[in-house]
Structure formats: structure tokens, C-alpha cells
């Protein structure tokens, strides 16, 4: 596709529930970004892939999350027993490389735990 | 800690009525500082990369300038469909590979 895809756009789950979220970057970007945005804040950076391998995770926020991009091209954010807390917009982007250049974001998956 | 601070939080112009936004930031070495906006329900659309401080970059009428410790986001003459809001983000020297961004300027222009 043209653009960054993401899926679902809309999720609602109950609390302690498992949820994945999709992520398909744009082709050709081998750098791919994981950010989370809550209601009137700027997104904030959760992890970042260099092809396959997780190049940086110090953004997640304990060890509920994981993400994998297992071919280097879709990734996965994995959400085990949800929380209210994590109510909140999750931003899919990718770039070219990971050196330079702007990012391109999805239109995000918006998560709600009840 | 690389941190980015923007201001105000918000902003209503009367259409035609120019402005600036502000974007200051504490970084350990700058490799670029971005602008984006941002459309409700949207994810952030790309405005600008700068590098270097000095460095100016315009589009229809948004001007984007740098200094080392802030950057502005001037807008000239605004229409309602500039309504949004404008994120600003830092790519850190040092090897960092991630923006970091501030809270965003929620930007509302009526008619």
C-alpha cells in the first residue's frame, strides 16, 4: 500500500484481556516505530525495529508489552492482561532507515480497556 | 534527558490574524527537529525537518525557522482548514535513532 497501515482502528477489550495490535509499514522502510498516544499529549516512543531485530525497546512501559517483526516487514504489538491504564491511541510509523528523515505515521489503533 | 517543550498548549486566531508557535528543546547533540500536524483521529502527518541552526523552510503559510535551543513554527495569514494540532520532535545525536516529541500546540483559527 501507499501509506502506513494499521489495524484494527478500533479495539475495546476488558481489563486483563490479551490484545494484538497490526502494524503494515510502508514497502521498503526497513526502520519501523511503536509510539503511544494519550488525550492531549504527544505520542511517546515505545520501540523501534531495524529489519527484524528490536534495535531499541526502553520505551516499553513494563513487561505486558512485546513487539516482533518476525519477516522485517509487519510488526505486532502484543498487550498481555490489559490494564485501564492502557487506554490510548498506539501510532504504527516507518522511514527508510533508521539514520535520517522523516517518519510516517498510520492513522493509530485506538485501544480502550473497560 | 532530551525533552521538548511546546508553546502554548493552545492557540485561537481570527482567520487572517499571523502567529507563531513555539518548539524548545534540551537534546544531546541534534541530528533533526521535526514538524508535524496532527488532525483529530489522524496520526501525525510531516511537515518539516530542520538540521542546522539558521535553517529556514516554508510551505504555503507555514514557515518553519531554528535557533539551538528553540524552533518556531510561524503562520501567516491562517484559514480554518489550518486548524490542528502541531507536534514538534527532536532526533537525538548520539547514535539515538528515536523522535522524541513535545505535547503539541492545538491550534484553532475561526472564521
Known amino acids: 500500500g501507499a501509506g502506513v497501515s494499521q489495524t484494527p482502528s478500533n479495539k475495546v477489550t476488558e481489563k486483563g484481556k490479551y490484545v494484538e495490535l497490526r502494524c503494515d509499514p510502508i514497502s521498503g522502510h526497513t526502520a519501523l516505530y511503536w509510539y503511544r498516544q494519550s488525550l492531549g499529549q504527544g505520542p511517546e516512543f515505545l520501540i523501534y525495529f531495524q529489519g527484524t531485530g528490536a534495535a531499541d525497546d526502553s520505551g516499553l512501559p513494563n513487561d505486558r508489552f512485546f513487539a516482533v517483526r518476525p519477516e522485517g516487514s509487519v510488526s505486532t504489538l502484543k498487550i498481555q492482561r490489559t490494564e485501564r491504564g492502557d487506554s490510548a491511541v498506539y501510532l504504527c510509523a516507518s522511514r527508510m532507515n533508521s539514520n535520517t528523515g522523516e517518519l510516517f505515521f498510520g492513522e493509530g489503533s485506538r485501544l480502550t480497556v473497560l | 534527558e532530551d525533552q521538548v517543550t511546546q508553546s502554548p498548549e493552545a492557540l485561537r486566531l481570527q482567520e487572517g490574524e499571523s502567529s507563531s508557535l513555539n518548539c524548545s528543546y534540551t537534546v544531546s547533540g541534534l541530528r533533526g527537529l521535526f514538524w508535524y500536524r496532527q488532525d483529530p483521529g489522524k496520526g501525525p502527518e510531516f511537515l518539516f525537518t530542520?538540521?542546522?541552526a539558521g535553517e529556514e523552510k516554508e510551505k504555503e503559510r507555514l514557515k518553519a525557522t531554528l535557533t539551538k535551543k528553540e524552533s518556531f513554527l510561524h503562520i501567516t495569514a491562517p484559514k480554518p482548514e489550518d486548524s490542528a494540532t502541531y507536534l514538534c520532535?527532536?532526533?537525538?545525536?548520539?547514535?539515538?535513532?528515536?523522535?522524541?516529541f513535545g505535547q503539541g500546540t492545538r491550534l484553532t483559527i475561526n472564521p
Open positions: 520532535a527532536v532526533q537525538p545525536g548520539q547514535g539515538a535513532q528515536k523522535l522524541v
Open positions: 530542520l538540521y542546522s
